[in-house]
């Protein structure tokens, strides 16, 4: 599978929109990407994945240059409960395959 | 999304025990599961994976005979962590899998062994 880059923190105020990046140079044409969050002591939650297509559901939204080397993850409008590890992962079959994580970016939202 | 129980969420034992983590997916079946491990300030790292009805196959470096995974049923898988030593603490994760669905995870488990 495909290596992820994304920073190791960042900061946004409450209220505003969060912009996380990541950057997947070697994506092949089958992979997906996901994103993934985990709040301190949970299990990864699942927020939203892409192939493409930019995408939109009620917790985010996922945009894919045209070339797929990366990709943005929006939340629009920031909570503190939005303060997490974001996990950015690259991986080519939906369901039975398994995710590698990297690092992710630390995202704290400041009040 | 899918639901996925797993317990206990902690769990304290003395060193030489076996703990026995459990995990289920509620309302779909899951023919491949997915067990991790995260020590402090590390990211989730795979230990292995099953398919139901088969021997689970391990990642290098994790011993297969010291965690033992058991994938009888579609809904349930449990990790055993046979005498377990403190450099076992950490928390462990599983993640089942269908077809055509994205992997979600349970909420773990916290393992401290004294």
């Known amino acids: 599978d495909a290596k992820t880059t994304q920073p190791t923190s960042m900061d946004c105020a409450e209220g505003r929109a969060a912009n996380l990046p990541c950057n997947h140079s070697?994506?092949?044409?089958?992979?997906?990407v996901y994103w993934y969050r985990q709040i301190h002591s949970q299990g990864p939650q699942y927020i939203i994945h892409?192939?493409?297509n930019n995408e939109t559901n009620e917790m985010a939204s996922l945009i894919i240059t045209e070339d797929r080397k990366s990709s943005t993850l929006i939340l629009p409008h920031a909570t503190l409960r939005d303060t997490a590890v974001y996990y950015c992962i690259v991986s080519s079959i939906q369901g039975a395959q398994k995710l590698v994580f990297g690092q992710g970016t630390r995202l704290t939202i400041n009040p | 999304g899918a639901v996925v129980s797993q317990h206990p969420s902690w769990v304290i034992c003395k060193s030489g025990t076996s703990v026995k983590i459990e995990c289920r997916s509620l309302d779909f079946q899951a023919t491949t599961m997915f067990w991790y491990r995260q020590f402090p300030k590390q990211s989730l790292m795979l230990m292995a994976t099953?398919?139901?009805?088969?021997?689970?196959?391990?990642e290098q470096g994790v011993e297969k005979d010291k965690f033992l995974i058991n994938h009888a049923s579609l809904t349930l898988s449990t990790l055993t962590v046979t005498s377990a030593h403190p450099e076992d603490s950490s928390f462990y994760i599983c993640s089942p899998g269908g077809p055509n669905s994205p992997l979600h995870f349970g909420n773990g488990t916290r393992l401290t062994v004294t």
């Open positions: 892409g192939l493409k």
């Open positions: 099953s398919n139901e009805g088969s021997k689970a196959t391990y």
């Open positions: 070697t994506i092949s044409g089958n992979e997906y």
